[in-house]
């Protein structure tokens, strides 16, 4: 939910003028920025800020561990002489003001009160927000029709994605929306991604968004899309594809990103509310070992270990891993990625759930369309696997 405190400041200053405040880190014992004072105001600043400032002036952060960053901002305003436009996040619960992005002041930006006005009068299904991006869902005028996929109901939606602190351009993504549990699943992938121009400086910045949102389709996309989950659905696991979403759910477990919604817990809509279910309370969700979120993908794709007899599945090569099915289908996997993403992960989590999703929709699924060739899972122990191996070679696996 967005706080209604919630504002945004532009103040214009160039890098000479930006004082950091450091403080020793006690474990490597190097200079950590705690603060940067912009006119005589402490504000804290973001990674969005540092990449939006690398990108502006091409360097990366490693020059830092050689120059101070005093000196590293005068010698930029030795040869650059422009002006900065900075955006502040001011948000009185959070107790300080964050430092967003950096841009040039002749660019165009999305003024955060216009914008708020433009999504809600073309019917917005639901605004995030997360450092200095808002995202709203919408349907498309056109082709929102429901359809059918693995026997699920899904819709077709769209994600608008805007930038208010002058850093990037509006994006649009397409998306599914899977009725029973209203999962959105967001194809952030280049693939079913489009980009917004907002014209120069002096336009009506509106104007680009009202189209967008007025008349926006893609036929062709939204099927790709749609063929991209029907081939999920006919297509078993590799250990490689559920590997890579175990260590993403690893890391938002450990970093406390994950929140245990008893409402979403206790709907009966996929696996993983099913596990949750009547012992949301005794679960915790910050320790790998007992996270509830870890226990039900084990439940879904089988313990690979167990599976194999292997202490540590990374100690199988990636080529063989990508030719190891798990105990689901692709389609499994999206569907428990994208409730993750929804429901129960902060807006940090569900972009990396997403982008996840979308990175693997936009390639080919290593063992895609198997389930034509291999009808239950273990039928990859009884018969020839995809490459040509047979049950025996898999015992090797385990000495």
Known sequence: ????????????SSTNDLDVQTKEDPQSGRPKVTGIIIKDEVVQPTKRFWTSL??????????????????????????????????????????????????????PVVQHDDLMETLEKYGSQGIRYSEGVFESTHSPRIGANTFDIAEDKFSNRFVISVPVDGYGLPQ????????????????????????LSLGRGDDDVNY??????????????????????????????????????????????????????????????????????????????????????IAAFHKMSGDVSSLYGLANPDALSVKRQRTLPVNCTVYDLLN????????????????????????????????????DSFGDFQDFFVDRNLDGETALDLQLLRN
């Open 54 to 107: 690398y990108a502006r002036y091409g360097f990366a952060g490693s020059v830092f561990k050689y120059f101070s960053h005093e000196e590293v901002f005068a010698r930029i305003s030795e040869v650059e002489t422009d002006t900065l436009r900075l955006c502040v996040e001011r948000n009185p619960r959070r107790g300080v003001n964050r430092l967003l992005a950096v841009s040039s002041p002749s660019r």
């Open 336 to 371: 428990f990625a994208s409730e993750i993403a929804t429901h129960y992960a902060d807006d940090y989590g569900s972009r990396l759930s997403q982008a996840w999703i979308g990175s693997l929709v936009s390639n080919e699924y290593d063992l895609e369309n198997s389930c």
């Open 208 to 293: 680009s968004l009202v189209r967008a949102l007025d008349g926006f389709g893609n036929d062709e996309g939204f099927a790709a899309l749609r063929q991209r989950f029907e081939a999920a659905a006919k297509s078993w696991a590799s250990v490689y594809e559920a590997q890579n979403f175990y260590k993403l759910l690893v890391k938002l477990t450990l970093n406390q990103k994950l929140v245990i919604n008893e409402a979403a817990a206790n709907s009966d809509s996929g696996i993983l509310s099913t596990t949750l279910k009547n012992n949301s309370s005794e679960l915790k969700t910050d320790d790998e070992s007992s996270s509830p979120f």
């Open 172 to 195: 649009i993504y397409l998306s599914l929306l899977r009725h029973i549990c209203s999962n959105g699943m967001i194809g952030y992938a280049k693939a079913f991604r489009s980009s």
């Open 1 to 12: 939910m967005i706080a209604p405190s919630r504002s945004f400041d532009y103040v214009y």
